[in-house]
């Protein structure tokens, strides 16, 4: 299709960097683990695993914008099936954020409902969107999947940062006094 065509170098970058990233958080994840503070499954389970989820979702629809289907009907309803299971599980993380009795270790901030909860939703729903839509006005709808792994990659980006800021100038604190 030639309309996919058009997008090859922008998934190539967005996939390349998905996928570096994902292996970076695997060795931060990795090196964290060394010196693990108390419930911190908790934290993990509402910040750390959405970010993956977010970086790896980038990296399938980048990957599958590469295969050279035969219609848009197909590869848009891979789309759908993504969108609607992004936007189910960004609920959950925000259950899971929100949740102060499951998740106590940190208390969110409006940028934490941001990251982790509404940008996402945006990004879920306008792929759901573009799904529906990409039979009637396929360029548009590429667009709409393009800016969808754009922002879960940027998400991601943001999150694996805010991540890793918490352990070093937060927890960094609690390492120096155990030195002592």
Same mark, same amino acid.
């Given at each position: 299709?030639?309309?996919?065509?058009?997008?090859?170098?922008?998934?190539?970058?967005?996939?390349?960097?998905?996928?570096?990233?994902?292996?970076?958080?695997?060795?931060?994840?990795t090196?964290?683990?060394?010196?693990?503070?108390?419930?911190?499954?908790?934290?993990?389970?509402?910040?750390?695993t959405?970010?993956?989820?977010h970086?790896?979702?980038?990296?399938?629809?980048?990957a599958?914008?590469?295969?050279p289907?035969?219609?848009?009907?197909?590869?848009?309803?891979?789309w759908?099936?993504?969108?609607?299971?992004?936007?189910?599980?960004?609920?959950?993380?925000?259950?899971?954020?929100?949740?102060?009795?499951?998740?106590?270790?940190?208390?969110?901030?409006?940028?934490?409902?941001?990251?982790?909860?509404?940008?996402?939703?945006?990004?879920?729903? @306008?792929?759901?969107?573009?799904?529906?839509?990409?039979?009637?006005?396929?360029?548009?709808?590429l667009?709409?999947?393009?800016?969808?792994?754009?922002?879960?990659?940027?998400?991601?980006?943001?999150?694996?940062?805010?991540?890793?800021?918490?352990?070093?100038? @937060?927890?960094?604190?609690?390492?120096?006094?155990?030195?002592?």
């Amino acid at each position: 299709m030639s309309e996919l065509n058009a997008w090859d170098n922008f998934y190539v970058i967005v996939g390349s960097a998905a996928g570096a990233l994902i292996g970076l958080q695997f060795v931060v994840m990795t090196l964290i683990a060394e010196r693990p503070s108390l419930r911190v499954a908790e934290a993990g389970a509402a910040f750390a695993t959405p970010t993956i989820i977010h970086f790896s979702s980038a990296l399938l629809l980048s990957a599958l914008q590469q295969v050279p289907w035969p219609s848009i009907a197909i590869v848009a309803y891979l789309w759908g099936i993504i969108g609607f299971s992004g936007l189910a599980y960004t609920l959950i993380v925000g259950r899971r954020v929100l949740g102060v009795r499951r998740q106590t270790i940190y208390l969110p901030e409006f940028e934490d409902w941001l990251f982790h909860v509404l940008l996402p939703l945006a990004a879920y729903a @306008t792929l759901a969107m573009s799904a529906t839509a990409a039979r009637s006005d396929t360029r548009y709808a590429l667009f709409g999947v393009g800016a969808s792994a754009l922002l879960l990659l940027f998400v991601g980006i943001h999150n694996a940062w805010d991540s890793i800021a918490y352990q070093v100038f @937060t927890r960094r604190p609690d390492a120096d006094a155990d030195r002592r």
